[in-house]
Every structure is written in structure tokens, then in C-alpha cells.
């Protein structure tokens, strides 16, 4: 099952707003991974962390891989309408080899 | 590269009823997995295959089955549907099981 807590489940805010959700685990992880997915369709990628500590961005999107491997946030900033979706993050434990998921965040942007 | 392509997108079939659905992952990436996405339950893990071989498995009954050819395309096959079956089905693909999955656009399965 999923070993990831992510919060909140969801949330709805004005446009221009920022952003924060994290994630959770009681287990270590290799890799932190965060994907947006619009309905009926598959998640995208929008942001790898592979190192402890590492910091990413990816135009207002930033995220973080936690120092004990065990969490994880992004955050967007000055949100617009097409953020709207649901964002999952995953990634591997630190032992094995099977992907785990995160519950998602819904993120509504009210214009 | 192409990313994941999957087929077919869209597919209703009745109770009993069996169906396959198919996954061609990224060139080079060996890994392929599948998971089931429904409204209530999120993303559960199906099942994961590396150079034809299945690795992991998820908590399915075995009604869910997969494979995975030479080329690493994979086709998971559900027989004996049932209502609860009715979900949007995704494959992600990879080089590796701990490094990044790519996704398809998933394959939405109606049961009626």
C-alpha cells in the first residue's frame, strides 16, 4: 500500500496566489518525484529531486527534497488558471524497487 | 523521443466480459508499470515488468494479468470484468524500477 501522506487533500484559492502542499513518509526515499495530472489524463512530470537537500525549480514551480529523505514540498507561485489539477508525489524507497504515490492535492484556482 | 503511448483510450465492456490494454513505453526504457486510478482509491500499483520479466506485483486478484515483449511494450489483460473494474488504467515506463516513470494518457475502461 501507499506509504506517502500528502497535504492537503485539497485546495482552493485565488489566482496569483501561492501555493505550498508537502509529503510524508515514515520510510526513506531514493527520489522525490512530483507530477501534476489534468482529468482523464495521465500524470506529467514537473519536477525530480535525486539529492537530500536539493532545491529545484522549474519556471514558478519549486520544490525540495527534505534532509532526512523522508519529505518533501512544492510550491507554486503567483498562480494562474491552467495550474489547476490534482499533484501527486512519488518516488522510490530508498530499499527496493516499486514506485509509491501519494494521495494528491486538488488545487482549484478561482480567477 | 515519443513519449508513452497506450491504447486503446477509451473502451466500455459488460460484466464478464475480457480486455486488453496496451502500453508502448518509451525507446530504451525497460520498465513498465501499470497502475489503476479510480475517484475513491488514487493511484494503486498493479504490477511492474523488466525485460519480460514481471518484478513486483500490487494487491490485485488474479483477474489482472500482464506481459511484457522483446520490444518492451507490455499488454495488461483483465478477464472476467466486474463494475468495480470501471477506471482510468496508466502505464508509466522507465529506464529503471528507482528511476523517473513517465506516464501515458491511460486508457479509461467503462464496465457496464
Known amino acids: 500500500g501507499q506509504q506517502l501522506n500528502q497535504s492537503p487533500q485539497s485546495m482552493f484559492i485565488q489566482e496569483g496566489e501561492d501555493v505550498s502542499m508537502n509529503c510524508t513518509s515514515s520510510?526513506?526515499?531514493?527520489?522525490w518525484l512530483w507530477y501534476k495530472q489534468d482529468p482523464g489524463e495521465g500524470p506529467v512530470l514537473l519536477i525530480a529531486l535525486y539529492k537530500a537537500g536539493e532545491l529545484t525549480s522549474n519556471g514558478r514551480l519549486t520544490a525540495q527534497f527534505g534532509i532526512t529523505r523522508k519529505d518533501s514540498f512544492l510550491n507554486i507561485s503567483a498562480s494562474i488558471p491552467s495550474d489547476v489539477g490534482i499533484y501527486f508525489c512519488a518516488g522510490p524507497l530508498r530499499w527496493g524497487n516499486q514506485f509509491y504515490f501519494g494521495t494528491g492535492t486538488s488545487l482549484t484556482v478561482i480567477p | 523521443k515519443a513519449g508513452v503511448t497506450q491504447t486503446p483510450r477509451y473502451l466500455i465492456k459488460t460484466r464478464g466480459q475480457q480486455v486488453t490494454l496496451s502500453c508502448s513505453p518509451i525507446?530504451?526504457?525497460?520498465?513498465v508499470s501499470w497502475y489503476q486510478q479510480t475517484p475513491g482509491q488514487g493511484l494503486q500499483f498493479l504490477f511492474e515488468?523488466?525485460?519480460?520479466?514481471?518484478?513486483n506485483k500490487g494487491n490485485f486478484p488474479g483477474r489482472f494479468s500482464g506481459r511484457q515483449f522483446s520490444n518492451s511494450r507490455s499488454e495488461m489483460n483483465v478477464s472476467t470484468l466486474e463494475l468495480g473494474d470501471s477506471a482510468l488504467y496508466l502505464c508509466?515506463?522507465?529506464?529503471?524500477?528507482?528511476?523517473?516513470?513517465?506516464f501515458g494518457p491511460g486508457t479509461r475502461l467503462l464496465v457496464l
Open positions: 515488468y523488466f525485460s519480460e520479466t514481471q518484478r
Open positions: 520510510s526513506i526515499f531514493n527520489t
Open positions: 525507446s530504451g526504457h525497460r520498465s
Open positions: 508509466a515506463s522507465s529506464s529503471g524500477s528507482q528511476e523517473t516513470q513517465y
